[in-house]
């Protein structure tokens, strides 16, 4: 029970939490704390942004401000055509915890995706997603008091672990409670913001186990449940960062089109960024940094082939008509694969998809892009034939695949814009699978049949939660403001949300840009290899 704990505000995480996936859990009374939290608080789907994707959806919710402000827009980052995985110095607003350091109040964090390497506030933080896995935390040496408390805490399940996948996910997901609690009774903090990532990476590997995904969502349920009891905080909030659901529709290769539209150029055996890499590596070398890492024999000679016309696309196509597709993905090295692809030539190209997660199209610009070839009086006439040709696109069905496609105006606006895609593709109700791939073929089958939606969930509960005013059309960007209006401290004017009708409203200031530093690397090979296995590095 609560042993004067001063915890006012706790902010739970739950990666692709929607409707579609809590409802049947709480008609089998399957997350009890959960589903009183949604009964008796208030509730809805909270909206998320484009691209609703982990990596630049969290940071939305955590500083309120979309991509264009804070500026990640996906799992990776791009200087120039050269790409490394994305992390907190990449977040160029200051984060809800950095706020509320700047009002005398501390907060404990765990688990938030994009939180490494941390900045110094007045609390503690252990990061998740796109961290390492012995990540620095803040403050320094509290990773090894968390596991010298609870024992072993990982940011990732266990590769090696021959366990079911299930249990690895589960453990992950006790990991995260026992650590909060651990950490709150040490800090004592005033907000605590928890982040459960189990939830959504489940669906990426096994989307029709539901028993795991069942397990997965009783262990978040058990944990929220001691933390509540541990320390009773005033207002509980509960938030996705985007919804869950199947994709119906088909693959569309943005790539492809544009190479046969005459705006994407090609390389066999080159260094650009590959673009089939169904085949994953499960043996990478364990942290050695991916900007150290150099070709072995076998990827040289894959390379040749590839200049010659043996493509990996050609002989992944070979495979998948005898059924073997699956074997060669257990056992090929994913830098094999790479080295023999057809790639997209960022140079020589006019235009291309970087990266599938960005849902658009970058234009190679002179004066903006290293080599660029686009000369800036033929950027928007460039710009709108991509657009309308994009809009015209149909399915082998005859359905447009995109809802809307338009300039990156329309979505992201901020300091930070310039480094968004320049024309944005939203796919039809999130039913088509957008692929940055080149194959012989425009069109397949999506490549995962679960995939993110753009309805995720909120909810509310509390003392100071205004159950009858409800949560109206809640965004994404909302967040950060209800939060801190909770702990009655003005949000930033700057914020592109509100605060949610069922809280007080505690006004704006003006805070200061945050003083951000320059981007340092991940360049962890191992953190690209989880990204790639669950499908966000193509």
Same mark, same amino acid.
């Given at each position: 029970?609560?042993?004067?704990?001063?915890?006012?505000?706790?902010?739970?995480?739950?990666?692709?939490?929607?409707?579609?996936?809590?409802?049947?859990?709480?008609?089998?009374?399957?997350?009890?704390?959960?589903?009183?939290?949604?009964?008796?608080?208030?509730?809805?789907?909270?909206?998320?942004?484009?691209?609703?994707?982990?990596?630049?959806?969290?940071?939305?919710?955590?500083?309120?401000?979309?991509?264009?402000?804070?500026?990640?827009?996906?799992?990776?980052?791009?200087?120039?055509?050269?790409?490394?995985?994305?992390?907190?110095?990449?977040?160029?607003?200051?984060?809800?915890?950095?706020?509320?350091?700047?009002?005398?109040?501390? /907060?404990?964090?765990?688990?938030?995706?994009?939180?490494?390497?941390?900045?110094?506030?007045?609390?503690?933080?252990?990061?998740?997603?796109?961290?390492?896995?012995?990540?620095?935390?803040?403050?320094?040496? $509290?990773?090894?008091?968390?596991?010298?408390?609870?024992?072993?805490?990982?940011?990732?399940?266990?590769?090696?672990?021959?366990?079911?996948?299930?249990? @690895?996910?589960?453990?992950?997901?006790?990991?995260?409670?026992?650590?909060?609690?651990?950490?709150?009774?040490?800090?004592?903090?005033?907000?605590?913001?928890?982040?459960?990532?189990?939830?959504?990476?489940?669906?990426?590997?096994?989307?029709?186990?539901?028993?795991?995904?069942?397990?997965?969502?009783?262990?978040?349920? #058990?944990?929220?449940?001691?933390? *509540?009891?541990?320390?009773?905080?005033? /207002?509980?909030? $509960?938030?996705?960062?985007?919804?869950?659901?199947?994709?119906?529709?088909?693959?569309?290769?943005?790539?492809?089109? *544009?190479?046969?539209?005459?705006?994407?150029?090609?390389?066999?055996?080159?260094?650009?960024?590959?673009?089939?890499?169904?085949? #994953?590596?499960?043996?990478?070398?364990?942290? @050695?940094?991916?900007?150290?890492?150099?070709?072995?024999?076998?990827?040289?000679?894959?390379?040749?082939?590839?200049?010659?016309?043996?493509?990996?696309?050609?002989?992944?196509?070979?495979?998948? #008509?005898?059924? *073997?597709?699956?074997?060669?993905?257990?056992?090929?090295?994913?830098?094999? %694969?790479?080295?023999?692809?057809?790639?997209?030539?960022?140079?020589?190209?006019?235009?291309?998809?970087?990266?599938?997660?960005?849902?658009?199209?970058?234009?190679?610009?002179?004066?903006?892009?290293?080599?660029?070839?686009?000369?800036?009086?033929?950027?928007?006439?460039?710009?709108?034939?991509?657009?309308?040709?994009?809009?015209? %696109?149909?399915?082998?069905?005859?359905?447009?695949?995109?809802?809307?496609?338009?300039?990156?105006?329309?979505?992201?606006?901020?300091?930070?814009?310039?480094?968004?895609?320049?024309?944005?593709?939203?796919?039809?109700?999130?039913?088509?699978?957008?692929?940055?791939?080149?194959?012989?073929?425009?069109?397949?089958?999506?490549?995962?049949?679960?995939?993110?939606?753009?309805?995720?969930?909120?909810?509310?509960?509390?003392?100071?939660?205004?159950?009858?005013?409800?949560?109206?059309?809640?965004?994404?960007?909302?967040?950060?403001?209800? $939060?801190? /209006?909770?702990?009655?401290?003005?949000?930033?004017?700057?914020?592109?949300?509100?605060?949610?009708?069922? $809280?007080? /409203?505690?006004?704006?200031?003006?805070?200061?840009? *945050?003083?951000?530093?320059?981007?340092?690397?991940?360049?962890?090979?191992?953190?690209?290899?989880?990204?790639?296995?669950?499908?966000?590095?193509?």
């Amino acid at each position: 029970m609560d042993d004067g704990s001063s915890l006012q505000t706790l902010l739970v995480g739950i990666d692709a939490a929607c409707d579609r996936v809590l409802a049947p859990l709480f008609e089998d009374n399957e997350i009890p704390t959960l589903k009183s939290i949604y009964r008796n608080g208030t509730s809805g789907t909270l909206e998320s942004q484009i691209p609703p994707w982990t990596a630049s959806a969290w940071p939305s919710l955590y500083t309120g401000m979309n991509p264009g402000k804070h500026g990640v827009y996906g799992f990776l980052s791009f200087d120039g055509y050269d790409w490394d995985v994305v992390n907190a110095t990449d977040v160029r607003e200051r984060t809800l915890w950095e706020l509320l350091d700047r009002h005398g109040v501390t /907060s404990v964090v765990v688990n938030v995706p994009v939180t490494y390497p941390p900045r110094a506030f007045d609390g503690a933080l252990v990061p998740g997603y796109t961290a390492p896995e012995d990540p620095d935390c803040h403050p320094d040496g $509290v990773l090894e008091d968390v596991r010298e408390a609870i024992g072993e805490y990982r940011v990732y399940p266990d590769a090696d672990d021959t366990t079911d996948l299930g249990t @690895k996910y589960n453990d992950c997901v006790r990991m995260r409670g026992e650590a909060f609690r651990y950490l709150a009774d040490r800090y004592d903090p005033e907000f605590g913001f928890v982040e459960f990532q189990a939830t959504d990476s489940v669906f990426h590997k096994r989307p029709d186990d539901t028993a795991a995904i069942s397990a997965i969502y009783r262990e978040v349920d #058990r944990q929220l449940n001691e933390i *509540l009891e541990a320390h009773e905080p005033t /207002s509980v909030i $509960v938030a996705s960062d985007h919804g869950m659901g199947p994709y119906d529709g088909h693959e569309f290769r943005v790539n492809e089109y *544009l190479r046969e539209a005459g705006f994407v150029e090609t390389e066999r055996g080159g260094t650009g960024m590959p673009t089939w890499a169904t085949v #994953r590596d499960d043996n990478l070398k364990e942290g @050695k940094e991916a900007t150290e890492y150099e070709p072995g024999v076998g990827e040289r000679a894959m390379a040749a082939a590839a200049r010659v016309g043996l493509t990996s696309q050609r002989l992944g196509a070979v495979f998948e #008509r005898l059924g *073997l597709e699956d074997l060669v993905a257990a056992y090929a090295p994913a830098g094999l %694969v790479s080295a023999g692809a057809t790639q997209v030539d960022f140079r020589e190209s006019s235009a291309y998809v970087r990266s599938r997660i960005e849902l658009g199209v970058r234009i190679n610009l002179e004066g903006r892009e290293p080599d660029g070839v686009v000369p800036p009086e033929d950027y928007e006439d460039v710009r709108d034939r991509i657009i309308d040709a994009l809009r015209e %696109v149909t399915t082998p069905d005859g359905e447009p695949i995109f809802e809307g496609v338009g300039r990156r105006e329309k979505y992201f606006y901020g300091p930070e814009s310039d480094d968004a895609v320049d024309i944005v593709t939203v796919p039809a109700d999130f039913e088509h699978f957008i692929s940055a791939t080149l194959r012989d073929e425009q069109f397949g089958p999506p490549s995962e049949p679960w995939n993110h939606k753009l309805e995720g969930t909120v909810a509310a509960y509390g003392d100071d939660i205004d159950r009858a005013a409800g949560v109206g059309d809640a965004h994404l960007f909302d967040i950060a403001p209800t $939060v801190l /209006s909770t702990l009655g401290i003005p949000f930033d004017e700057r914020m592109d949300g509100d605060p949610l009708p069922c $809280v007080e /409203s505690a006004g704006t200031r003006q805070y200061p840009r *945050l003083e951000a530093d320059r981007s340092v690397e991940t360049a962890d090979e191992d953190v690209e290899k989880r990204l790639a296995d669950l499908g966000y590095i193509e």
